[in-house]
């Protein structure tokens, strides 16, 4: 994703239409995002929403965050979780796990 800051790669997927949220791994961080188009209910949008995700059960036990600085725009991040790839216990990343911590996402 290019940015001011030489930018990052980056994944995304979920949004469907019966959803304004969608997922994006950003190197080794989780993010939750939503899309608002309307300039004057962003900040409602990021405020409710993230409200609504830490309420979930799929959420709760898997430590995500509100970022430390939110943004305003047309698609802002309302939940991250930092170092989501999950490691065996030499410290090897463990696909398998990864995987299924990242299926348990369906907001």
């Given amino acids: 994703m290019p940015n001011q800051n030489?930018?990052?790669q980056a994944f995304w997927w979920g949004q469907n239409s019966n959803s304004?949220?969608?997922?994006?791994?950003?190197?080794?961080?989780?993010?939750?995002?939503i899309v608002e188009e309307q300039k004057e209910k962003?900040?409602?949008?990021?405020?409710?929403?993230?409200?609504?995700l830490l309420s979930l059960p799929q959420l709760q036990?898997?430590?995500?965050?509100k970022p430390d600085k939110p943004r305003m725009g047309k698609t802002m991040t309302v939940?991250?979780?930092?170092?989501?790839i999950q490691?065996?216990?030499?410290?090897?990343?463990?696909m398998s796990k990864t995987i299924k911590l990242l299926k348990r996402l369906d907001v």
């Fill in 6 to 8: 030489r930018g990052f």
């Fill in 20 to 33: 304004p949220y969608y997922f994006q791994v950003e190197e080794t961080r989780l993010c939750i995002k």
């Fill in 42 to 52: 962003q900040r409602k949008a990021r405020k409710n929403g993230a409200a609504y």
């Fill in 61 to 65: 036990d898997l430590s995500f965050r």
């Fill in 79 to 84: 939940l991250v979780k930092d170092n989501y």
């Fill in 87 to 94: 490691t065996d216990d030499n410290g090897i990343v463990d």
